[in-house]
């Protein structure tokens, strides 16, 4: 049997009187609240579930023929929201993977640029060695050859391939602290040669 106060609720809301919102509040919002919270485990969502359902029942516009109507609409409602929810949240999921893949590709960039940077900034500077000292830095770090393999190629010994990188590679470490690039340098091939010395 329907109340006349059911019947005041209904006519207020169908002719969009806001004072029926404030009614339907108070008559459901509970009873939303558990349903939110039981869906969501009772996360901070379930609050926002049920008031955009307020919102979205609202805007509808949508005229009822009993209070039964208007509650199983305002459910359905914060449902359909749980779902998009749930949607949004293994969108949002999936571009913070993507946008975590692609950050770690452009810094895999970036340090290329950079090293290749420091690179050509170290070759440069081997060209202001001394003939011997840049010709043993060119095969070490452009051909990768080991020290011995330098000592037979160029004809002298291991010792004195030794000296020259020595040499050259205090010269570099002290162009690339001038510069600021020591941070920098993650080449391999450069590091780890100014390392080993």
């Not at 043993?136 to 030794?162: P, Q, W, Y």
Request: hydrophobic share 40%.
């Amino acid at each position: 049997m329907v109340t006349t106060k059911e019947i005041e609720i209904l006519t207020t809301w169908n002719s969009q009187d806001i004072s029926a919102l404030h009614e339907i509040h108070s008559k459901y919002h509970a009873a939303l609240s558990a349903y939110a919270k039981a869906l969501t485990g009772g996360t901070q969502d379930a609050g926002d579930i049920v008031n955009q359902a307020y919102i979205n029942c609202w805007k509808a516009k949508k005229k009822f023929s009993s209070l039964g109507k208007l509650r199983s609409y305002l459910f359905t409602t914060v449902l359909n929201l749980f779902r998009q929810t749930l949607r949004n949240d293994g969108r949002k999921k999936k571009v913070f993977d993507k946008l975590q893949y692609h950050s770690a590709k452009y810094a895999e960039i970036d340090n290329y640029l950079i090293d290749a940077e420091v690179y050509r900034i170290v070759m440069d500077h081997i060209q202001h060695l001394a003939p011997q000292a840049r010709l043993i830095f060119t095969l070490t770090l452009r051909d990768g050859l080991t020290t011995d393999e330098i000592a037979m190629r160029i004809g002298t010994t291991t010792k004195n391939v030794l000296n020259h990188k020595r040499i050259g590679a205090n010269v570099i470490r002290n162009l690339l602290k001038k510069n600021n690039l020591l941070s920098l340098l993650t080449v391999s091939a450069v590091s780890s040669f100014l390392n080993s010395l």
